[in-house]
């Protein structure tokens, strides 16, 4: 697997004059959890495990083909505002394409880990003291003056990139599973998602067509409660966004699919994280189990059919956020340095 790009060029708006950037990204685990399925109340069960991505987020999908557009027009910087998962894939892209990143972070609502991958990677990060629909503002108005290329997912690239994940789905189920559940914090991913499946429907790819399960945080939910949140407020920060950018398109990928988008507390998000990692191994920040607690709170209430397969997506790694993962302190026990003593913890 040579990226995105190279793979689904077919499926994207590329040319022959578009640079074939890459840093690996795409081809991530569509992982079985049968322990999963038991707990979340669903008869089959896969994780989309994008954390393997090369900056550990789904991001890096719709960045690659963002940054080659750009360069393709002639870009020499890159801007964007983030809540963390987007500003370390611009840097990262941009780091490999060999040009400037400024990303702008909301004041003290990011995790570290996504801080610490944006300034490793070379980018002039600034933090704006407003929360993060502020900052895309002020980056939209600036990028209007053309001297840098805004690669938030207001970029129709980035929303073409991330379909990639929906082509990856079916070519290895063989067909749509019945339904997909992910989180949305601006709306771009399960827009980019029903897009993904619609076009695979359309070429003959795929016949059945997931109901989407959109889920957002109940403190920053505003696609549910249908208005915007001035002050949104959840620990699983990556969704923390109170203005969706991609507000209706995001809306039609649940209409259209005959899904839904519901709130889930951040009790019932941080309960999904940490049996997630419990139960199969696999280690995703509080915004990505987001999904499978609104796919097990959606069956509980009977909104969803537990039969046939469900796909959930957890689109960053947990080491995103060590913070989060580190709460409340670990507690391990100590032995004296002898195989006795290790011999009796293990029983």
């Known amino acids: 697997m040579s990226g995105v790009i190279q793979h689904y060029g077919h499926m994207l708006p590329i040319t022959e004059s578009t640079p074939r950037l890459t840093l690996n990204e795409g081809d991530t685990p569509l992982v079985r959890a049968p322990?999963?399925?038991?707990?979340?109340?669903?008869?089959?069960?896969f994780l989309k495990f994008e954390g393997l991505n090369p900056t550990a987020s789904f991001k890096d999908r719709g960045m690659v083909v963002?940054?080659?557009?750009?360069?393709?027009?002639?870009?020499?910087?890159?801007?964007?505002?983030?809540?963390?998962?987007t500003a370390a894939s611009a840097a990262a892209y941009a780091a490999r394409a060999g040009i400037a990143a400024f990303v702008l972070l909301p004041g003290g609502k990011v995790a570290l880990g996504k801080v610490a991958q944006a300034v490793r990677y070379g980018a002039r990060v600034v933090t704006v003291d407003a929360n993060f629909d502020v900052a895309l503002d002020i980056a939209r108005t600036?990028?209007?003056?053309?001297?840098?290329?805004?690669?938030?997912?207001?970029?129709?690239?980035?929303?073409?990139g991330q379909t990639t994940a929906a082509y990856e789905i079916v070519d290895e189920l063989g067909d749509g599973p019945h339904a997909l559940a992910l989180p949305v914090g601006n709306g771009?991913?399960?827009?980019?998602?029903?897009?993904?499946f619609r076009r695979y429907r359309d070429t003959g790819r795929a016949e059945r067509m997931p109901r989407m399960i959109g889920v957002q945080a109940a403190g920053a939910a505003p696609l549910v409660r249908g208005h915007p949140i001035e002050s949104p407020e959840t620990v699983a920060t990556a969704i923390r966004i109170g203005?969706?950018?991609?507000?209706?398109?995001?809306?039609?990928?649940?209409?259209?699919?005959?899904?839904?988008?519901?709130?889930?507390?951040?009790?019932?998000?941080?309960?999904?994280?940490?049996?997630?990692?419990?139960l199969e191994?696999?280690?995703?920040?509080?915004?990505?189990?987001?999904?499978?607690?609104?796919?097990?709170k959606a069956i509980a209430a009977g909104q969803v059919d537990p039969r046939g397969i469900a796909v959930c997506v957890l689109t960053g790694h947990g080491l995103k956020d060590p913070d989060t993962a580190l709460a409340g302190g670990v507690e391990m026990e100590t032995i004296e340095p002898t195989v006795e003593a290790l011999e009796k913890l293990v029983g």
Request: hydrophobic share 45%; glycine share 10%; proline share 5%.
């Open 35 to 45: 322990r999963l399925a038991e707990w979340v109340g669903v008869d089959r069960l």
């Open 142 to 160: 600036f990028a209007r003056k053309g001297t840098v290329a805004l690669v938030n997912s207001v970029n129709p690239y980035r929303i073409e």
């Open 188 to 196: 771009g991913n399960i827009s980019a998602y029903w897009l993904g």
């Open 243 to 278: 203005r969706p950018a991609t507000w209706h398109p995001a809306l039609d990928a649940a209409r259209q699919s005959g899904g839904l988008i519901l709130a889930c507390t951040d009790d019932e998000i941080l309960e999904a994280y940490r049996t997630i990692p419990r």
């Open 66 to 85: 963002a940054v080659a557009k750009a360069l393709e027009s002639g870009a020499t910087a890159l801007l964007c505002a983030s809540t963390g998962n």
């Open 281 to 296: 191994g696999l280690f995703c920040e509080p915004a990505s189990a987001a999904g499978v607690a609104g796919l097990r």
